[in-house]
């Protein structure tokens, strides 16, 4: 089933901050966080594995809630580079790594 | 960049028609995975591969078959083409070892008329 993901759009001016959110019904082993440019392939942002440490490079940082099933992505003093659709994808262990992705969250960055 | 190609990069064919992607990588990757997206459904996967020959389903995988002989190549066949079939299709690899992450190829825009 696939996660849910919220907001499914969200606009923003340069430097403000914002926060995507990706829920699921099942039991999860990691949530894989992807952003993709309009006419191009999903570019890998990072990975959250069940038992790990929040993870987070740059301005851009994770969370993830082995409990509530849920992970959240937190992108803060954004750049207009950051404008893009984000999906998350869902593994549920033993399952040949397969994933389960959200429809997507639109971003919009403007100046 | 994972070392993974898509060809072609664009095709335009008729309804019936038999079709085949093909997903290269250069990186001896045992993971392979055939996605397509949809505007309004994200990615959602066709079929997978675990090694040679050892191939299953994914959520959507009615009217594709695949195949892989070598470990370099997977291909997804499109036996009977369908409008119903024109998307983005990408293939995807899990690195190698104890990490998980999972990266993409180009894509390939198919359209069936």
């Known amino acids: 089933q696939q996660p849910v993901q919220s907001p499914q759009a969200v606009i923003l001016r340069e430097g403000e901050d914002a926060v995507i959110n990706c829920s699921s019904s099942?039991?999860?082993?990691?949530v894989h966080w992807y952003r993709q440019k309009h006419g191009e392939a999903p570019i890998f942002l990072m990975i959250?594995?069940?038992?790990?440490e929040q993870k987070g490079h740059d301005k851009i940082s994770a969370s993830f809630n082995e409990k509530k099933q849920q992970s959240s992505l937190y992108l803060t003093a954004s750049q207009l580079s950051y404008s893009g659709t984000y999906f998350c994808?869902?593994?549920?262990?033993?399952?040949?790594?397969?994933?389960?992705f959200g429809k997507g969250t639109l971003l919009t960055v403007n100046p | 960049d994972a070392g993974i190609t898509q060809s072609p990069r664009h095709k335009v064919t008729e309804t019936g028609t038999p079709v085949t992607l093909r997903c290269h990588q250069t990186?001896?990757?045992?993971?392979m995975y055939w996605y397509r997206q949809d505007p309004g459904h994200g990615l959602r996967l066709i079929h997978y591969s675990y090694g040679v020959k050892d191939t299953d389903k994914g959520e959507v995988s009615d009217g594709y078959s695949v195949s892989r002989s070598k470990t370099e190549d997977f291909l997804l066949t499109l036996e009977s083409a369908t409008s119903s079939q024109t998307s983005v299709y990408f293939c995807a690899i899990k690195q190698q070892g104890n990490s998980y992450e999972q990266y993409f190829g180009p894509g390939t825009r198919l359209t069936v008329t």
């Open positions: 990186e001896n990757h045992r993971y």
């Open positions: 994808g869902t593994e549920g262990g033993g399952s040949n790594y397969k994933l389960t």
């Open positions: 959250l594995l069940k038992g790990g």
């Open positions: 099942k039991a999860l082993y990691s």
